[in-house]
């Protein structure tokens, strides 16, 4: 599961707006409880995909381990990757699928004309390799 504040969502959601059409990424930063993945904050991160970005994201490794190494001196973890589909719905491609990472959970934003209309989390079934829609609850103001 997946729980995040609504501050958190709402504020992701118009990062993510104001990058459209292309797609928008970034990190989901918090703490593991029993198994559930709370967020604390976003952190945005630059789409440094060479190519298409409407289709596809990628961000910078480099910058990945920065982000993770300032959390883990606030006793936090990076506990996922979200990013949106322009003008698609809020399902992993099969781009998502091939490059998910085990632990890490995968928020997808669909947005349309420039407004985020469907949020959907996801999780890696080490398994069968496919992301497998995940719980995501919204929580709010603490």
Known sequence: MIR???????????????QYPEEACGLLIGRLNSGVRVVNYHRPMKNVYVGERSRRFLINPLEYMQVEDE????????????HSHPDAPAIPSNYDHLHAVPFLA?????????????VSAWLLDEVTWRLER???????QD
């Open 4 to 18: 995040i504040p609504r501050r958190v969502l709402e504020k992701l959601s118009r990062d993510v707006s104001q």
């Open 71 to 82: 959390a883990a001196l606030r006793g936090e973890v990076v506990l996922g990757v979200y």
């Open 106 to 118: 995968y928020l997808i934003l669909s947005v349309s004309r420039g407004k985020v209309v469907e």
């Open 134 to 140: 995940a719980a995501l609850e919204i929580i709010e």
